[in-house]
């Protein structure tokens, strides 16, 4: 699958599980490719060494994190 396939409702859930539905219509605006969405499950599962050492997320990817961990406390999220 190409990486710049866009991630439908369907795939997002199936990534990233089932989450509030004002969280997944934000998603869902930022249209993202399903990598953005792995990328963002990877990190928010805490996987940070994909991304190699000392790299942060970036880009869309980044953007879900922050739809999905707003109102959480920065010190849960992974370095």
Do not use: C, Q, Y
């Not at 998603?27 to 790299?55: H, N, Q, R, Y």
């Not at 109102?71 to 999220?77: P, Q, S, Y």
């Amino acid at each position: 699958m190409p990486a710049s396939v866009r991630a439908t409702r369907e795939d997002i859930t199936a990534i990233l599980g089932n989450i509030d539905a004002e969280k997944l219509l934000a998603i869902v605006e930022l249209a993202p490719t399903i990598v953005d969405v792995e990328a963002a499950s990877s990190w928010l599962a805490g996987d940070t060494d994909v991304f190699g050492p000392g790299k942060h997320l970036k880009g869309t990817a980044s953007d879900i994190v922050a739809i999905l961990t707003e109102g959480e406390d920065e010190n849960d999220r992974p370095l």
